[in-house]
């Protein structure tokens, strides 16, 4: 398969989303509602690759 010239992946490169979503400690819902919503904005955004933090559906203190 070949890209267009103009495609980041066919010059090496991948758009990357580092996400930090608000969390609650003990709410996971919330939390769940929230990575939800950053992983959304990462697809829209054309990421390949959307990190986020360990445990965050969960959260700790």
Request: glycine share 4%; proline share 8%.
């Amino acid at each position: 398969m070949t890209l267009p010239f103009n495609s980041i992946y066919r010059h090496g490169f991948a758009r990357v989303a580092v996400c930090i979503p608000p969390v609650r400690v003990a709410d996971p819902a919330f939390n769940g509602a929230q990575t939800a919503a950053l992983a959304a904005q990462a697809a829209a955004n054309h990421a390949a690759i959307a990190l986020f933090p360990e445990l965050g559906l969960s959260s700790y203190a």
